[in-house]
């Protein structure tokens, strides 16, 4: 898996939005996050040729403790019924539609990754016998290895406070969004180590129309993805229904 989920960036909200913040930056990061291991349902998603599809997500765990392989190969996406097909859909190649067939196939379900005692429990039943010991020692090292890496992964977060002008928050997301990767990084940690003021120029249509100079109020802080799972928990029902708006569209 990509190592870097990116910066966040939250902005003051607007007058008439209930909401104590608005995710200004990172939208894409966070829906995804939310959608694969908190919202415990399938996953509408589109393929490279644009066809709509829904898919349930899992980790390999056999393949996530390789280290000749690429973890983002571990990453498997299944059908809505858990089952892979093959031979015009006629034989299963991955049956995943049971607890007991996740623990045989040793494919852990995204969707518990912050959650994974009940899952833990049923594994270590299944391969209960002193025989499969080795096979419990390997969910223990995949959760120490993956999972808690995982769950404790930090984010940087960018905080704008509610004085902020609308022209300084502009100016932050450019920044935070130009030169690539390497520069993303290197901008966060500046904002971390130094957020108090940051001068900005106004900006239109993309130039700068104005010298003007002001400042932006902001926080910064690092936050780990379980405090963000946590976050995006309590607003869960407001986040649903967003979701299931957006999916209804055309």
């Not at 898996?1 to 008439?16: D, E, F, K, Q």
């Not at 995204?110 to 009940?118: E, I």
């Not at 391969?127 to 080795?134: G, I, L």
């Not at 390997?138 to 940087?156: A, G, S, W």
């Amino acid at each position: 898996m990509n190592p870097l989920l990116g910066s966040v960036v939250l902005a003051p909200t607007a007058r008439s939005v209930a909401a104590q913040s608005l995710l200004l930056d990172g939208q894409q990061h966070i829906t995804s996050l939310y959608q694969v291991t908190i919202r415990g349902e399938v996953i509408e998603t589109v393929t490279p040729k644009k066809k709509r599809v829904k898919r349930w997500f899992y980790l390999d765990i056999r393949k996530a403790l390789d280290p000749l392989i690429d973890r983002e190969e571990a990453v498997i996406g299944v059908p809505e019924d858990r089952v892979v097909r093959a031979d015009f859909g006629r034989g299963a190649v991955l049956d995943l539609s049971s607890p007991e067939k996740e623990y045989a196939e040793l494919m852990y379900p995204l969707c518990q990754v912050f959650d994974w005692d009940k899952w833990q429990d049923g594994f270590d039943e299944h391969w209960s016998n002193d025989v499969n010991r080795p096979m419990r020692q390997t969910f223990r090292e995949f959760k120490n290895q993956v999972l808690d890496n995982f769950k404790y992964y930090r984010i940087p977060v960018i905080a704008l406070d509610k004085s902020t002008p609308k022209e300084a928050v502009c100016v932050v997301f450019e920044k935070v969004n130009t030169g690539g990767g390497a520069l993303q990084r290197k901008l966060a940690r500046e904002f971390l180590v130094a957020p108090a003021m940051v001068g900005y120029a106004l900006t239109g249509k993309g130039r700068h129309e104005s010298a003007t100079r002001g400042t932006a109020n902001m926080v910064g802080r690092w936050l780990s993805v379980a405090e963000i799972a946590t976050d995006l928990g309590v607003s869960k029902g407001s986040i649903d229904r967003w979701l299931d708006d957006r999916s209804s569209r055309p």
